[in-house]
């Protein structure tokens, strides 16, 4: 796959990509991420990349010739039909399902805005969508186009050692992920589930998918009003909500 970010810091992006699973990944040649920035396509002797908006108020806006220069200069680096996408607090929330559909393409362009904004100017004209990764305000569009990089790189084919890893992560089926442990059995008093040191993979499974509906329930129940439950599932999650004294689901 082939990303580039349009960002005011490519420094930023550069170091956050150094390390771990999208390090391992660039180094493979399973990914390539480059960038642009739009003070490269500034004209005046400052390299102007903002101005005041229209109608006054606090803030700068980013402004659109350097700004829709770099997305155009980007476009032509990346494969036919990639989309250009605006991190923004005005996207739709990206999530797991949208990792994977844009772990199908072949590329995409990712544009981390600055100050009040985008000229929406450039988001009309240029933009197939813009994604937001939550309901707040950061200083800047370049950690949101790590946090998409990195959701997006771990589900590469070759990425992972497992393949599964993936596929088991929290949202991997639309639920939070089940409590995990390793050695040693026993620490400051606290025991490893039974169940997961006995090697009867039938009912690993079952304490797994009972924990994850029980742990999503809990803690992400509008997940849950997503999805239709199989019998075995409600019969887990009716279990898991007995015995931590909760009420299931209605």
Known sequence: MHIEVVTLFPELIRAGLAEGVVG???????????????RAFATDAHRTVDDRPYGGGPGMVMKVEPLGSAIRACAGRLPRGSPVIGLSAQ?????????????????????????????QRVVDELFDEELSIGDYVVSGGELPALVVIDAVARLLPGVLG???????????????????YTRPEIWEGHVVPAVLQGGNHAAIRRWRLKQALGRTWQLRPDLLSARALTG???????????????????
């Open 24 to 38: 391992r990944a660039l180094t493979g040649g399973l990914l390539r991420v480059g960038t642009e920035d739009p």
């Open 91 to 119: 996207g739709r929330p990206f999530t797991q399902q949208l990792a994977r559909r844009l772990a199908d393409l072949q590329g995409m362009m990712l544009v981390a805005g600055r100050y009040e904004g985008f000229d």
């Open 162 to 180: 497992d393949a599964e890893s993936a596929e088991q992560d929290s949202f991997g089926d639309g639920l939070l992920d089940w409590p995990q």
């Open 232 to 250: 075995e599932e409600r019969a887990l999650l009716d279990e898991y909500c007995a015995g931590v004294g909760i009420d299931p689901p209605r």
